[in-house]
């Protein structure tokens, strides 16, 4: 069988590294019948993960140019497998009229979800698309119930996250320092700004608290944070990583995640941190609820209730056996997320939808 996957680009993170791996799931899942799979990969920019894209494809093209897309399709595919929503819009009216590949799109939280789920904006030519696609994948069922499709034809496959590194971090251990970790990009809808105030009121409890930051951003949006961050006194217990690889290293010294963000679909970063055992602090925003369930795999505050945030913080903090047990069910609940049967399932539904096509032809 043969699938084209599309990208928007090889860059590295969201979207574009959780389907790497679940590429590199798909090329060990054996094909339904005799014959080989061949998963070709086309990408409309470049990016840092082109190479590892590279070595796990049978084929790679990077282009943006409509006629390139045209030449794809004539190369016969069962299956094109649409994952962002500006690519969607580019490539569906070129194969619902030239090809007989059944068309599959997945949805993730991209910029019209997450319009739509604030109750700002339907975009009318995202949800025709979907309605006519052979299959569409959701993120998670409430994400779904934001599109009114045809019955049949979606799929709820859960968030998916590389979580196996994660899943090696040790547990809780009481001798850790009171540490907090944040990562997130230095984005406004972050609101890591609001760290500061809440680390604060976290110190008034537990004085020896401190907070590291692992995540980048713009010169400016640095500079913005370090001078909020001196400017409260807070030098010595608030550290700015910035880029940094080890992720499970810092999550291994660290006692509790936090997140302060006011806007969020359902972030992979939680995942990870729930896999490695760390009890979670997050705003209650987008369907991070989801994933977490308020007093079970750690705390879910109201937006901009920075008071709330921060006692919850200092609870975990200083109840050992509290974040222990929270960091232990995240573990678990994670497990179900795991890219690896998430990608087993994704195939089937590719696999399925080619089949139907088929059929109609």
Do not use: W
Not at 260 to 273: K, M, N
């Amino acid at each position: 069988m043969r699938y084209l996957h599309v990208l928007e680009s090889f860059a590295r993170g969201g979207v574009e590294t959780t389907f790497l791996h679940m590429l590199r799931v798909f090329r060990g899942v054996p094909p339904p019948e005799s014959g080989a799979d061949v998963h070709d990969v086309v990408a409309f920019a470049a990016g840092p993960l082109h190479r590892d894209f590279a070595s796990t494809a049978n084929r790679v093209i990077v282009s943006n140019l409509p006629i390139d897309h045209a030449a794809l399709l004539a190369n016969d595919y069962d299956v094109v497998h649409v994952l962002v929503e500006r690519c969607a819009h580019r490539l569906a009216p070129m194969v619902f009229a030239g090809s007989d590949a059944a068309f599959v799109y997945g949805k993730n939280y991209d910029a019209p979800a997450l319009l739509r789920m604030q109750g700002l904006f339907d975009a009318a030519a995202d949800e025709s698309i979907l309605s006519a696609s052979d299959a569409v994948m959701f993120t998670t069922l409430d994400l779904a119930a934001g599109y009114r499709l045809p019955p049949g034809r979606t799929t709820i496959l859960r968030k998916a996250a590389a979580i196996e590194p994660a899943l090696g971090v040790p547990t809780l251990m009481p001798d850790l320092p009171p540490r907090a970790l944040a990562i997130a990009h230095l984005h406004p809808r972050k609101r890591l700004v609001d760290l500061i105030p809440i680390m604060q009121m976290v110190r008034a409890r537990v004085p020896q608290a401190e907070l590291r930051i692992v995540g980048g951003g713009t010169p400016a949006q640095v500079s913005d944070l370090l001078d909020r961050i001196a400017d409260a006194g807070l030098g010595g217990a608030i550290t700015l990583i910035g880029q940094h690889t080890d992720v499970e290293l810092e999550l291994a010294q660290s006692r509790v995640f936090v997140l302060p963000s006011v806007a969020e679909g359902v972030p992979t970063v939680l995942l990870e941190a729930m896999a490695a055992a760390r009890p979670i602090v997050a705003a209650r925003v987008g369907h991070i609820g989801h994933i977490l369930t308020d007093g079970c795999e750690g705390f879910l505050t109201t937006p901009g209730d920075l008071g709330g945030f921060a006692t919850r913080v200092a609870t975990l903090l200083e109840h050992h056996e509290l974040a222990a047990r929270m960091g232990a069910a995240g573990r678990a609940r994670a497990a179900t997320h795991d890219v690896r049967a998430v990608a087993t399932d994704l195939l089937r539904v590719l696999r399925r939808a080619a089949a139907a096509r088929r059929r109609t032809a």
